[in-house]
């Protein structure tokens, strides 16, 4: 009994670790999708980069931590300047504001969120397939 629960829980962790970094995935799609996202109005503030934090999350019924999302916040570093008097969202100076996302970093964060998805998907293909096993051996 007390292995099945084992693989129960490891389920249970990877299922959380997996909803947590696809959560993360959207984010930073949308981070992409937006890089050159400026405003409509002069002067106006473009799209800011959006963040995701993590935290532990106690499930009482299984006696284990898993992963959660806390928080999709925004980061609040400053947003380029690129001088370009022609453009309608430029302020009274000829700056329009460029949002603060770097899509080299975004490309980072996307390879790291994967591979973390991945690398959950497998534990928890893993368990599902000793689960099965357990049982069959149980019913024999």
């Not at 997996?18 to 405003?39: H, K, L, T, Y």
């Not at 453009?87 to 603060?100: E, F, T, W």
């Not at 980072?108 to 049982?135: F, H, I, P």
């Amino acid at each position: 009994m007390a292995d099945r629960m084992d693989l129960v829980k490891a389920l249970e962790i990877s299922a959380a670790g997996m909803q947590a970094q696809g959560v993360r995935i959207r984010v930073i799609s949308e981070n992409i999708a937006n890089a050159d996202s400026i405003a409509t109005t002069p002067g106006g503030d473009p799209y800011q980069r959006k963040t995701v934090s993590f935290t532990d999350q106690l499930n009482r019924s299984l006696g284990i931590e898993t992963v959660r999302v806390a928080h999709i916040g925004t980061d609040t570093s400053a947003f380029q300047l690129k001088y370009d008097p022609h453009n309608p969202a430029a302020d009274s100076n000829g700056y329009v504001k460029m949002p603060n996302v770097n899509p080299l970093i975004e490309m980072v964060d996307m390879q790291e969120a994967q591979r973390s998805y991945e690398a959950n998907l497998n534990v928890l293909q893993a368990s599902r397939t000793m689960l099965a096993q357990t049982v069959s051996l149980l019913n024999n």
